[in-house]
């Protein structure tokens, strides 16, 4: 259900993006030849939308200005959640939940603006703060990870957006974590307020966030501790009463506890986990569908039969001193907990299961209660990714050999090519006609390019292996201290430099001090043909994130070719025209890449070209 009112309203946001009206007014609007038509149009379409249950409306012209606006945007909610959709939208809290949209308006000619649009979520809003048919403890609880902790949207029994740890107070994964690691299920279990709860845990789709619904354990069972003492108390009155009071009051009371029981039993022969109760003998007492499908064995076969029946031998001895244990001393080692352990079924097959085994007591003494689910295929996922691993680790030590081999064996023979050109310059340059000179310094040049095509080669295969080193960076001195050292490629040309004020973020320095020198090298390079290089490098928030830019009126190319930019070895320009190996665009790629970020480009031939990275927005973290 969350995913499909995301879904709607997605397509709610795409509706107003896409509007051709729209898109055509805002255009004529931008070029300045409205004679207000254009702007009553759009305003109209705005105030159509609003009163579709849009919270608010706006859409931008491509310089980022207002063009029409209505409604009233969230200013500063309590929890905002970038989901993992196509649009990327923003969840939001602010006395209820929205959906926030920031989408790219564009036509056949190219980009005319954004539009904003927020969007009330009324039914997830009143799930959340009105769990009232759960009981007075039920909670639905919506969350997300970051920095190794759950972030927590506001619910029934807490009105404020909250943080908590992955695990409880017996240091176990809290059902959010299992939730938001892609696990669903059902689990008796203490929540992150140290209360026992019976829980069901699961992911929302592939969004990044998890959902709980769970409710006191205390709460669940009081309603069958209260029926029993009153019918205790009421068999009492009977025996010194009557047969009147019998029928009079018994009999509806027998009928509700009837029917609660009918209720828990519709719960557990439903669950896709098998649970299994015990007595203080240890014998089997209570056996649902699941467990039937789990072990094999039908619930008449096992009820009545000791827990060891479900285990392998070897651990028949060890379960039975623990069981013993526990009823002299009260002294649990696995109760209260989640575990892995080893369980066996009828064939007398042995597989992984995962357990929960919660306690209870009644005048009876006591009992017990697993839930338990087959974990054997979670397993060989865990088993083949182990594999894969040690595949990638192989893999790594043979690039390793590879640059080493590179370094070391590939340098060698260009070193004696090198040198002997040099020899065959001082000794034979004389005796050498013109051509014979070109042909030497041929060879010594390819020598140099061959030189640098490795260096790179080395760079390109070292950033995919080094480890990151995050730090908080301030970028107005990265690009100032790249532009210093980039400065002997400016010398004698007329380069106008347009810096605006870059934020800081966190990554690893060396590394995007790379970036930077990269394609600001790029833009000096393909600039120099003209008279004067316009070269301007800026930053905008976008999408919750930090794009950054590198602008020039160089060479540009054609956008057909854009999907090869950042392959290694791609050039778009022909070596005569301007140097390069045709590797630094691949190094810029993988680098943003392993910060989470996304590269791209535009451009026209013979007018320039724009360079995009992304990269998180740390004074959101």
């Known amino acids: 259900?969350?995913?499909?009112?995301?879904?709607?309203?997605?397509?709610?946001?795409?509706?107003?993006?896409?509007r051709p009206a729209v898109l055509r007014n805002l255009r004529v609007i931008h070029t300045g030849r409205d004679d207000g038509s254009n702007i009553a149009n759009v305003k109209a379409v705005v105030d159509s939308f609003l009163k579709q249950g849009f919270n608010a409306l706006a859409y931008h012209d491509a310089d980022g200005e207002v063009v029409a606006s209505g409604g009233a945007f969230v200013q500063a909610p309590a929890m905002v959640?970038?989901?993992?959709?196509?649009?990327?939208?923003e969840l939001l809290w602010d006395?209820?939940?929205?959906?926030?949209?920031?989408?790219?308006?564009?036509?056949?000619?190219?980009?005319?603006?954004?539009?904003?649009?927020?969007?009330?979520?009324?039914?997830?809003?009143?799930?959340?703060?009105?769990?009232?048919?759960?009981?007075?403890?039920?909670?639905?609880?919506l969350c997300m990870s970051r920095q190794e902790r759950l972030h927590c949207f506001p619910n029934q029994l807490n009105p404020r957006a909250f943080s908590t740890s992955l695990v409880n107070v017996a240091g176990e994964l809290l059902p959010m974590t299992r939730a938001l690691r892609g696990e669903s299920g059902v689990i008796v279990t203490r929540d992150y307020r140290a209360q026992n709860v019976v829980a069901a845990y699961g992911p929302i789709g592939d969004l990044g966030l998890g959902m709980v619904v769970k409710i006191d354990a205390a709460e669940v069972f009081q309603p069958i501790r209260e029926q029993l003492q009153i019918v205790v108390a009421l068999l009492l009155v009977l025996v010194a009463g009557g047969t009147l009071l019998l029928r009079s009051q018994v009999r509806p009371l027998a009928t509700r506890l009837r029917e609660s029981r009918e209720q828990f039993r519709a719960v557990t022969e439903t669950a896709s986990d098998a649970i299994i109760s015990a007595d203080k003998r240890g014998n089997i007492i209570y056996f649902n569908r699941a467990a039937e499908h789990i072990f094999g064995y039908l619930a008449k076969e096992a009820l009545g039969q000791p827990l060891?029946?479900?285990?392998?031998?070897?651990?028949?001895?060890?379960h039975q001193i623990g069981f013993q244990r526990f009823l002299a001393t009260g002294q649990a080692r696995i109760i209260g907990k989640t575990l892995e352990l080893v369980a066996r079924n009828k064939d007398g097959k042995e597989f992984p299961i995962e357990i929960s085994v919660a306690n209870w007591t009644t005048a009876n003494g006591n009992f017990f209660t697993a839930i338990l689910r087959d974990i054997t295929s979670r397993k060989k996922a865990e088993d083949a990714l182990?594999?894969?691993?040690?595949?990638?680790?192989?893999?790594?030590?043979e690039l390793e050999a590879f640059s080493y081999s590179v370094s070391h064996d590939l340098r060698a023979p260009l070193r004696h090519v090198d040198g002997f050109s040099d020899m065959l310059r001082e000794e034979c340059g004389p005796a050498l006609n013109q051509a014979g000179r070109r042909y030497l310094d041929t060879i010594t040049e390819s020598v140099k390019q061959m030189g640098r095509l490795i260096?790179?080669?080395?760079?390109?295969?070292?950033?995919?292996?080094?480890?990151?080193?995050?730090?908080?960076?301030?970028?107005?001195?990265?690009?100032?201290?790249?532009?210093?050292?980039?400065?002997?490629?400016?010398?004698?040309?007329?380069?106008?430099?347009?810096?605006?004020?870059?934020?800081?973020?966190?990554?690893?320095?060396?590394?995007?001090?790379?970036?930077?020198?990269?394609?600001?090298?790029?833009?000096?390079?393909?600039?120099?043909?003209?008279?004067?290089?316009?070269?301007?490098?800026?930053?905008?928030?976008?999408?919750g994130g930090l794009e950054f830019y590198v602008q020039d009126n160089g060479a540009g190319f054609d956008?057909?070719?854009?999907?090869?930019?950042?392959?290694?070895?791609?050039?778009?320009?022909r070596a005569e025209e301007f140097e390069g190996t045709g590797i630094g665009l691949a190094n810029v790629r993988r680098i943003v890449t392993r910060h989470g970020g996304l590269t791209w480009a535009e451009a026209k031939p013979d007018e320039g070209a724009t360079f995009y990275f992304t990269l998180r927005d740390s004074a959101k973290e």
């Open 455 to 543: 260096d790179d080669l080395l760079v390109f295969s070292k950033m995919g292996r080094v480890e990151l080193r995050q730090s908080q960076i301030n970028m107005n001195e990265l690009v100032t201290e790249v532009l210093r050292e980039l400065s002997s490629e400016t010398n004698g040309r007329r380069v106008e430099w347009e810096i605006e004020s870059l934020p800081g973020v966190r990554g690893d320095r060396a590394m995007l001090k790379q970036v930077w020198a990269n394609l600001l090298s790029n833009s000096i390079k393909y600039t120099r043909p003209r008279d004067v290089a316009k070269i301007r490098i800026g930053c905008g928030r976008k999408n």
């Open 81 to 89: 959640v970038t989901l993992v959709t196509p649009d990327k939208p």
């Open 386 to 397: 182990t594999t894969r691993s040690a595949e990638l680790e192989a893999v790594n030590r």
């Open 308 to 318: 060891t029946l479900l285990m392998p031998e070897r651990f028949t001895e060890p």
């Open 1 to 18: 259900m969350f995913r499909d009112l995301i879904e709607l309203r997605e397509i709610n946001a795409r509706i107003a993006a896409t």
């Open 95 to 141: 006395d209820g939940f929205l959906l926030r949209h920031r989408i790219r308006l564009r036509d056949s000619t190219g980009e005319v603006g954004t539009v904003l649009a927020e969007q009330p979520l009324a039914v997830l809003t009143r799930l959340a703060q009105d769990m009232s048919g759960m009981g007075a403890t039920g909670e639905m609880v």
């Open 559 to 573: 956008m057909k070719y854009a999907g090869k930019l950042f392959g290694v070895f791609q050039r778009l320009h």
